[in-house]
Structure formats: structure tokens, C-alpha cells
């Protein structure tokens, strides 16, 4: 825990303790910059990864598409090979001496016709799918041209908000930097630590009536007669940071 601060003759507390406020609100700011400068990136690969998601489908979808139309094509095949093999039993028909033999021909032939039958039915279904592909495919690119342009609006938006927030970053760095140098090198590095070990905050104003707006713990009455007249830099008692009094 820092310890009580006894100002050197001569030296400005009450400046020094302005200074560390001043730098407090800008570290305040330069962390939550930072951290939009680390969310929009990946707010960016959202945007990207969703649009993407429904480019897949489409594809996946057209894949599906071709197949069917793959599968109707050898259906088709499949048919004219039936086709040719009852005109074959057709022309056997004439040749056969027996009875039986003709029967048996026959008996083929009825069964060619039922495999036709069979195959028309499947052509039938994988047209069917077709339609529902197609329909789909053209529904799923029309919602995909509409998502691709509110994707490259959305990037575009958060393109320019993420180079406002670094240029407003350096500005504020470089104002840190500024004020950070108004500071003796002694207390500058003590606060450095509390606010590397206090998750970046190294100063709290007293909550009225009596506390730590950083750690929320009572400040003792004895501290808080210490604090008013602000002459010394003093930390909480229970987390450290420097207290200081509400303007
Ligand atoms: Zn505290």
C-alpha cells in the first residue's frame, strides 16, 4: 500500500493532486479508446463471417442443385437403356417356336415396363427437387445481395469509427505524455503502479459521505479530517489508491 505523501516546503500538493486527476481522466479514456480499438476489428470479422455464412449456403445449395441434376441425367440414360431393351424383348416376340418361350418374353417385357414406370417416377421427384433448389437458390442470392450491401455499409461505418478512435488514441497519448511530464518523476511511477495493480484506476473520489468510490469501503473519520484539507496525497486504506475530495 503507497504510504501518506508529506509534501516537500514549498512543494504544490494541491497542483500535483489536479495533475494526477487530469492524468487519471485521460488514462480513463486512452483504456476504453483502446478497447474500442480492439472490439471494432472483430466487430469488422462479424460483419465479414456472417455474410460469408450465407455465401456458403448459397454454394452449398447450387452444389446440391447440380447433383440432382447429375442424378436426373443418369435416370434419363437409365430409361433409354430400358427403352432399348424392350424393343430387344419386342423383337424376340417373333422369333420364339414355344409357347413358353413366348410366355417368358412376355414376362420381361412386363418387367421393363414396370423398371420404365419406376424410373419415370424418379425423374418425376428429382424434377420436384429441382424447382424447391431453385427456388431456394434464388431466394438465399437475393437475401445475400441484400446482406452484402448492409455488410459493406456496416464495415464501411465501422472502418471510419475505428480510425476516428485511433486518431482521437494518438491525440490523447500525446496529451498524456504532456501532462504526465508535469508530474516529479517519484509520484508519477507510484501512480503507474496503482493503476497497472488497481485495473486502472489509481485515484478515487470520496463518495459522499465517507467512501472509496474505488473499492467502496468506509473511509475511517480519522482519514477523512486528513483528507479535507487536501495537503497531502493519501491512499485508501483498503485498496490504495489516492483519495481525494469532490470539487
Ligand atoms: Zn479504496
Redesign the pocket.
Same mark, same amino acid.
Given at each position: 500500500m503507497a504510504t501518506a505523501r508529506v509534501p516537500a516546503p514549498g512543494e504544490d500538493l494541491d497542483g500535483q493532486l489536479r495533475i494526477l486527476i487530469e492524468l487519471q481522466t485521460l488514462d480513463t479514456k486512452i483504456a476504453g479508446l483502446e478497447g474500442e480499438a480492439a472490439r471494432l476489428p472483430q466487430e469488422i470479422a462479424r460483419v465479414r463471417a456472417e455474410v460469408d455464412e450465407m455465401r456458403n449456403q448459397v454454394a452449398g445449395t447450387k452444389t446440391k442443385l447440380d447433383a440432382a441434376r447429375k442424378d436426373t441425367r443418369a435416370k434419363e440414360k437409365d430409361l433409354d437403356d430400358s427403352q432399348v431393351k424392350r424393343q430387344k424383348f419386342e423383337g424376340q416376340l417373333y422369333q420364339v417356336k414355344t409357347n413358353k418361350e413366348y410366355s417368358a418374353v412376355l414376362t420381361e417385357i412386363e418387367e421393363v415396363k414396370q423398371q420404365k414406370a419406376r424410373i419415370e417416377e424418379e425423374i418425376l421427384t428429382l424434377m420436384e427437387r429441382h424447382e424447391r433448389l431453385a427456388g431456394a437458390i434464388k431466394e438465399a442470392e437475393a437475401q445475400l445481395k441484400a446482406a452484402e450491401a448492409q455488410g459493406a455499409a456496416e464495415e464501411k461505418a465501422l472502418r471510419e469509427k475505428l480510425g476516428a478512435v485511433e486518431a482521437d488514441l494518438a491525440v490523447t497519448r500525446s496529451d498524456r505524455a504532456g501532462v504526465a511530464r508535469e508530474l516529479p518523476v517519484n509520484i508519477l511511477a507510484d501512480y503507474e503502479r496503482l493503476l497497472r495493480g488497481r485495473g486502472g484506476l489509481a485515484l @478515487?473520489v470520496v463518495t459522499m459521505p465517507n467512501l $472509496?468510490s474505488? &473499492?467502496r469501503?468506509t473511509i475511517t473519520p480519522q482519514r477523512l479530517q486528513e483528507l479535507k484539507p487536501q495537503n497531502t496525497l493519501l491512499p $485508501?486504506e @483498503? &485498496?490504495g489508491?489516492y483519495l481525494y475530495w469532490p470539487a
Open positions: @478515487a $472509496c474505488g &473499492c469501503m $485508501c @483498503a &485498496c489508491r
